[in-house]
């Protein structure tokens, strides 16, 4: 039973191009959260996904931030014309209810724009 | 508005001996709280929790202790071990979903 997965690892974009990060839950879990930590900083929640829908999306940047689950693959999280403010680590979780005490973590994208 | 507060950066322990890392928090609503371990390149572990009905809660080498009063909570490592060289981070959950994090503590094990 693979753990969470995300991918790319690492990824480097320039300051205006687009950003997707993905995230494979654990097998048999439908629930999604996506954090975002920068340096020296704790992990930060953005957004909270079920299998095609978004629950809690009230740590997402208004703009230029979007995020899906949708039925069939994996969660994206999607950064339209990145800064160099987007860099940072970005984990995905997963767990089987919806309580984040149980969540698995991934390894993390670390985002870098250039 | 930091909610869960980690105020050591660093701390550096000698193998074999005690290592304490504290947490603090102010929101009164928290009723449970989470440990978690994190190496550099991975994603955070959990490692250990406790309830707020609870002010100690052991397994194996960790240990939480939760002062509700102070809204302090510390983990203690006995004896550390190079292994547990890691960033560790105490949390909070919110609400069902939303776990408020702090900024996390780097503990060094010296050999």
């Known amino acids: 039973n693979a753990g969470v997965m995300q991918n790319p690892r690492h990824l480097v974009r320039r300051r205006g191009q687009e950003a997707r990060l993905r995230c494979s839950p654990m097998k048999g879990h439908s629930h999604v959260y996506w954090y975002r930590q920068l340096p020296e900083e704790g992990l930060k929640f953005m957004v909270y996904?079920?299998?095609?829908?978004?629950?809690?999306e009230s740590g997402m940047p208004k703009e230029r931030f979007s995020a899906e689950f949708p039925k069939e693959g994996p969660s994206i999280l999607r950064i339209q014309q990145v800064v160099r403010g987007d860099s940072a680590a970005y984990f995905c979780a997963s767990s089987p209810t919806g309580q984040n005490t149980e969540a698995f973590f991934g390894q993390g994208t670390r985002l870098t724009v250039v | 508005d930091q909610q869960v507060k980690q105020n050591s950066p660093s701390l550096s322990v000698q193998e074999g001996r005690i290592s304490i890392l504290n947490c603090d928090y102010t929101n009164s609503m928290f009723d449970y709280f989470l440990w978690y371990k994190k190496y550099p390149a991975e994603g955070p572990t959990f490692l250990i929790s406790?309830?707020?009905i609870k002010d100690k809660n052991e397994d194996g080498r960790f240990t939480v202790f939760l002062n509700k009063s102070a809204k302090h909570l510390s983990l203690h490592i006995v004896p550390s071990q190079p292994g547990d060289s890691a960033v560790y981070f105490c949390a909070a959950p919110d609400s069902n979903y939303q776990l408020i994090w702090g900024a996390g503590t780097k503990l060094i094990i010296k050999p």
């Open positions: 996904l079920q299998k095609e829908n978004i629950i809690d």
């Open positions: 406790i309830s707020s």
